[in-house]
């Protein structure tokens, strides 16, 4: 139902949409700050940190952070999928939080982020080298308490690697300091076969940090681990393995929309809750009061429910539960947070007439723009098989109609029409039948309801 007033809403600007603005051509940019900073462990380096911001960031409001290493070539990619995914252009219908993103340029790649693949025997697997242990130290020490001090941070974190970035996250991922609430690792050679040995031991002490592992195909040397973990059918929430066919270099560009979904997959998820709650004494407003806390707690975000509602509201209606259905209502009919259409047609879908037909008559004696274009699109079909068809009651179809035709007179030519129709299809006798007609055909104009032709055969019948 929502499509109908979307429809009508790009109706509405199309036909302000003149010939002669015509687009030659387009353009896509997303802005980002560039950050300076210095390493007391290399303090004749600076590094970047790439700093992209949520469009209307405000720092009264708590974000979370995605980092991602190999700043240079990952990081287009990754704001791209977050700036789509967080949009609120529409209904706020953003898929994950408004997250600030943050991009760590390699000074050293080698030095900072070659893996220990236990070549070196006087050091342990799952041991930093020393060059990453120090850019771990850095990350933790520097880089993240730069980003919370200088911006507007929930505390919920998250760290995107590629390659042996990639094995650098996946051992944060086990160490007990590691300040990252989603780590997402991409193609990871797991030399040794550390992680095979200490992932799942992991991810039964682990309750809360979210490990996102995404292997290709054909990358070859690096889809091993994703491999066997898969093979294990390791069925634990806290963990995603998804393989892609795709080679070493293709691994960031197919996967980064999935992986970030999936650290913030609580966002917008209800059904957990639903399960907890649709019961007889369900109350939507401590339904919305814990969402909100949940999603708080996890991402250290606040959040509104908003136009989701109507999720809750189809979930009341295939689960055939009445009492969430109407209680859920109840509140939507003091937020208003649905439009009336909305409203009337989950209830006509649930078969609850009378709270249906209550919404057609607000509509009707509303003065709102919208409702006016809502109820003149669907009068025709959808209301004149409510009251006729459903409730075998024309006679109210044709007064509801004349009430309608004195509220918005410029309507008084398909309004008419529509009672001739249901006069004749409904074989009700009534001395005004000529008169609706006559109208109809002296005062015909081109309209969305009938053509001259199907008029006259309505007339002969």
Known sequence: MRKILITILLLSSIISFGQNDRLDKGRVTLDYEIKYITSEHYPNEERILRIFLPKYYDSSIKYPVVYTLDGQTLFDAVIKNVSVLQDKTFDDNNIIPECITVAIDNNNRSRDLTPNLGFNSNLELGDFKEGPKTFYNILNQEIVPFIDSNYSTSGYNVIIGHSDSGHFVTQLYLKN??????????????????????????????????????????????????????????????????????????????????????????????????????????????????????????????????????????????????????????????????????????????????????????????????DKLIFFANLDDQYLNFFVKKLKQPLEFIDFVEQAKVKWSEYTLEFNYLILKTLVNEKIKSFKKREYYKYCEQNFKENRYFDIKYLKKLNKK
């Open 177 to 370: 300091d590691n300040p990252f609430d989603g780590i997402i690792a991409l193609s990871i050679n797991d030399g040794g076969n550390y992680f095979r040995r200490h992932i799942p031991e992991k991810l039964k002490q682990e309750e809360s940090k979210l490990l996102f592992i995404g292997y290709g195909n054909m990358d070859v040397e690096f889809n091993g681990l994703g491999y066997f973990l898969d093979s294990l059918k390791l069925d634990n929430n806290n963990l995603m393995i998804k393989k892609y066919n795709a080679n070493h270099i293709q691994m960031p560009f197919v996967s980064l929309c999935d992986a970030l979904r999936y650290v913030f997959s609580d966002y917008r998820f209800y059904d957990k809750l639903i399960d907890e709650t649709f019961n007889k004494e369900f109350d939507y407003q401590n339904f919305t009061k814990k969402y909100k806390k949940n999603i708080l707690k996890k991402y250290g975000v606040k959040t509104e429910i908003g136009y989701d509602v109507d999720y809750l509201l189809n979930k009341a209606l295939v689960t055939d539960n009445t009492t969430v259905f109407h209680n859920i209502l109840d509140d939507i009919d003091r937020t208003k947070i649905l439009q009336l259409q909305f409203r009337f047609w989950y209830c006509n879908e649930f078969n609850q007439n009378e709270r249906a037909k209550k919404y057609l008559y607000q509509m009707l004696n509303s003065d709102d723009e919208t």
